[in-house]
């Protein structure tokens, strides 16, 4: 679907790539897509403004939040220069072009405010992503390869795999970082842990030890542990890691949390609301409505969350029914009942040549012929790439020719999107098959 497309870069150049970023402008058969990576998914209302400014002047008002809480622009026209700059200006990126390809890193969206965090995971985070923007070294690193650091807030995405994940566990009353590789900490057992305050250090070691072991098409942590055993990895870390029972058998246990609608925050009398953007799509209003509502009610900053939506910190529990009501005033999802909320679809035949399907479109029908408050989490792919979630689905309608999907169940024992259920259904045949499909067989 994409090539990349030059762009006004003075102080770097880009390797290439097919990923886009802030300074890659990448085609799609409906114009340019621009990558804004966000440190741990947060920005400023006037970043937001900024973001909505640029999509309107020099795209086509398309603003989409991906599933690892950053921004995306689409349809970008042909001033790619004017566009990066006014996002540059905004400071949503670095000014150096090699700096932004490695910003992957994924935080909860209510890091440093979640009542059930074990600590504030932003400081870290912000050690981390410094040190990926200014260390040439980790500029050899793909575009893709990601970080998750969890501080064991339990409004948390778990389930999507990173390159190196972080997990907090106690041992021995301390505070320490549990991580993996290649998978994530909803799934996997740890390789090993370090002190809470060594946690700079590990990732520093992990991202140089995979440079020194990886060859230039091993790109992801995966690929080289297909030929590099965990242990071996860990062996040669320039940190020391503890590795024994104690951390080996530690599971992450996750509260789970509604993303949707009011959260109580750790600071008193304070509150966040969660909204979902309809099918991880924003246009320029929606996203100035929630700015000038985290301008009044908040204090200033919007954070995006994996979930495809928009959370705002800091409001006054007394003002948090209201809120809400104004975010879905501009057509934010507030509440799981809504069906579209459950539903999520990647750009489709609409937008990429790969797709089978218009995805979106079918998404809008579909959320009209389901029973309400059910089926739970269903995943419109328009081809097998599955780009638009990061796991797999409850359910998954895989797209074939437009109007046309198989339908596939999650299930652990299977690769890729799990069971076979039906082949070639209507949305209407597929409507009526997951209605008939058990909440429990579904849920999330």
């Known amino acids: 679907m994409n090539q990349p497309v030059s762009a006004h870069q003075p102080q770097a150049s880009l390797r290439p790539s097919a990923c886009p970023g802030l300074w890659r402008i990448v ?15 947060a920005l400023t209302a006037d970043q937001a403004e900024a973001v909505a400014k640029a999509a309107e002047r020099f795209a086509g008002g398309e603003i989409e939040v991906t599933n690892r809480g950053n921004l995306q622009i689409r349809g970008i026209g042909r001033d790619h220069s004017a566009l990066i700059e006014m996002l540059l200006a905004a400071g949503l990126g670095p000014r150096e072009a090699a700096g932004d390809d490695v910003r992957n890193l994924m935080l909860s969206p209510c890091a440093g405010i979640d009542p059930q965090m074990l600590f504030d995971t932003r400081l870290l985070a912000a050690q981390v992503l410094q040190s990926l923007e200014t260390t040439p070294r980790f500029h050899q690193l793909s575009a893709k390869f990601a970080v998750q650091l969890d501080g064991g807030e339990a409004l948390a995405m778990l389930d999507h795999p990173h390159d190196l994940w972080l997990s907090p566990l106690k041992l021995d009353g301390e505070l320490w970082l549990a991580f993996g590789l290649a998978g994530c900490p909803a799934k996997d057992a740890p390789l090993g842990a370090v ?25 992801r942590m995966r690929q080289l542990l297909s030929e590099h055993l965990p242990e071996a990895f860990i062996t040669g870390l320039a940190v020391p890691v503890r590795a024994d029972a104690a951390v080996r058998q530690w599971r992450c246990v996750q509260a ?22 309809p099918l991880g799509r924003l246009n320029p209003s929606m996203l100035r409505g929630a700015a000038r509502l985290a301008r009044e009610q908040g204090d200033g900053t919007l954070r995006m969350t994996p979930w495809q939506g928009v959370l705002l910190p800091n409001i006054a529990q007394r003002h948090a029914e209201g809120v809400s009501a104004r975010l879905a005033g501009l057509g934010l999802l507030v509440s799981a009942t809504e069906q579209l909320s459950r539903l999520v679809a990647c750009t489709g035949s609409a937008g990429c040549a790969k797709g089978q399907a218009d995805t979106k479109g079918d998404a809008r029908l579909l959320a ?62 597929a409507g009526a098959l997951l209605d008939a499909c058990s909440r429990s067989t579904l849920d999330d």
């Open 256 to 277: 789970s949390a509604s993303y949707l609608g009011i959260y109580p925050q750790l600071q008193h009398g304070l509150s966040a609301i969660g909204t979902s953007a």
């Open 27 to 41: 085609q799609a058969l409906d114009g340019g897509i621009c990558r804004i990576k966000l440190a741990g998914g």
């Open 368 to 429: 009209t012929l389901l029973a309400p408050g059910a089926p739970a989490s269903v995943h419109l792919s328009g081809c097998p790439r599955s780009c638009a979630m990061a796991h797999v689905a409850p359910a998954t309608l895989l797209a074939q020719s437009p109007g046309r999907y198989d339908l596939f169940l999650r299930d652990a024992t299977q690769p890729g999107f799990g069971h076979l259920r039906a082949r070639n259904l209507t949305l209407k045949e």
């Open 195 to 219: 002190p809470l305050t060594r946690g700079h250090e590990l990732v520093l070691a992990v991202l140089k030890r995979f440079l020194d072991l990886a060859r230039p098409e091993q790109t």
